[in-house]
């Protein structure tokens, strides 16, 4: 059974980042799940275990571990838009010295939304996690749509002492102002979305319903939609480098996609997507650890324009520092995360370059 119209359409109200793929249909919707490009079978997934914690109030935050299970220093990494923490189990993370925890965003993979849509509500779950693990400070790594997380972590006056230094990949900035206009039309749209439900509070209860008739109509074939958003990804906006080296991840990103659906509930993505559209209620001028924002200047998804404005001359953010990566695109982090943790592990002690 492939999705219906009813499907596409709330799907194309829904999620923005996934409208094409819901109005061109692509082959994913029609085809095995282990089979998505060219008749090429899908490598078999690196395992990688889920653990959670409860927050209290029937919310929970679930994570996976990695690195070196054995060492002091922390890190924290922090998923991009589309993935979850199994986005960890493709990046080489075996051989840092640190340990790992990669964690599912608030309302991603099995991680309860927040109570309401601001990015400084949520360090107060993460303060929960390290404290619960028994960290006493640690370095924070945020991929893409992960990097306001992180940000608003290191402002945080309860776990900011606890951030030595935050290293973005890719990171998007603040939505905002003239920044807004950097951002792709998915953005824009949760951006306006958002002023509509706090103008309109019942437009929000609105989509929340066409979530939950969109979920049902899906039934059985629920999987369409990760599978279509999966391959979008692969041949939408990408390199020839960068495709191959999503091939040869294909099977981690297919069950990457699946884990970051795995709640089911479209609800929780529009609930993320909206706390990464509004302004931030946090000021960047509170965050007193190092800031190192790597970025490729080949970065069509989040350009390299928007921190550079942000850092220009007249900056007070001397904490802050762009580092541009020539002829590198957005996701360069899939094949270059060693070295990204060991930057970030220097960075928290000082010696970064």
């Known amino acids: 059974m492939h999705a219906s119209f009813f499907t596409r359409l709330t799907a194309l109200l829904l999620i923005p980042g996934l409208t094409l793929t ?53 890190i924290v990494y922090l998923h991009g838009f589309g993935g979850s923490r199994r986005e960890l189990a493709m990046l080489e993370h075996q051989d840092v010295d640190a340990r790992i925890i990669a964690v599912d965003l608030p309302g991603i993979g099995g991680s309860s939304r927040l109570p309401e849509p601001w990015l400084d509500l949520w360090p107060d779950d993460l303060f929960h996690l390290i404290t619960e693990l028994g960290v006493e400070e640690f ?45 792709r039309l998915g953005i824009k749209f949760l951006y306006l979305q958002t002023h509509l439900f706090e103008k309109y ?35 939408t906006g990408q390199s020839k480098g960068e495709k191959a080296l999503l091939r040869f991840h294909a099977g981690d990103l297919h069950q990457n996609w699946k884990v970051a659906f795995e709640s089911g509930n479209p609800a929780g993505w529009l609930w993320f997507m909206i706390t ?26 989040v350009p390299i324009q928007l921190w550079a404005d942000i850092l220009g001359e007249n900056s007070n953010l001397p904490n802050f520092k762009l580092v541009r990566l020539s002829k590198e695109r957005h996701r360069f982090i899939f094949k270059t995360f060693r070295i990204v943790a060991e930057h970030a592990l220097a960075l928290s002690a000082g010696r970064a370059a």
Not at 276 to 301: K, N, T, Y
Request: hydrophobic content about 45%; glycine content about 10%; some cysteine.
């Open 276 to 301: 990464l559209s509004r302004p931030w209620r946090f000021r960047l001028e509170a965050i007193q650890c190092p800031v190192d924002l790597l970025h490729g200047e080949w970065d069509d998804i």
């Open 139 to 183: 370095t924070l790594v945020a991929y893409s749509a992960g990097g306001p997380w992180a940000l608003a972590c290191a402002a945080s006056k309860l776990l900011g002492p606890r951030v030595r230094a935050v290293v973005g990949a890719g990171a998007l900035g603040p939505a905002t102002g003239n920044y807004l206009s950097f951002y």
């Open 22 to 74: 819901p109005v061109l249909g692509f082959p994913s919707a029609r085809r095995p799940a282990d089979v998505l490009f060219e008749g090429q079978a899908l490598a078999p997934p690196v395992e990688f275990a889920r653990h959670f914690i409860s927050l209290g109030n029937n919310r929970r935050m679930t994570y996976g571990l990695g690195g070196n299970p054995q060492a002091e220093k922390v």
């Open 201 to 235: 509070p019942m437009t929000q209860r609105f989509f929340f319903v066409l979530g939950w008739l969109w979920m049902r109509s899906i039934g059985s074939d629920r999987e369409w939609l990760w599978r279509s958003a999966f391959e979008l990804m692969l041949v």
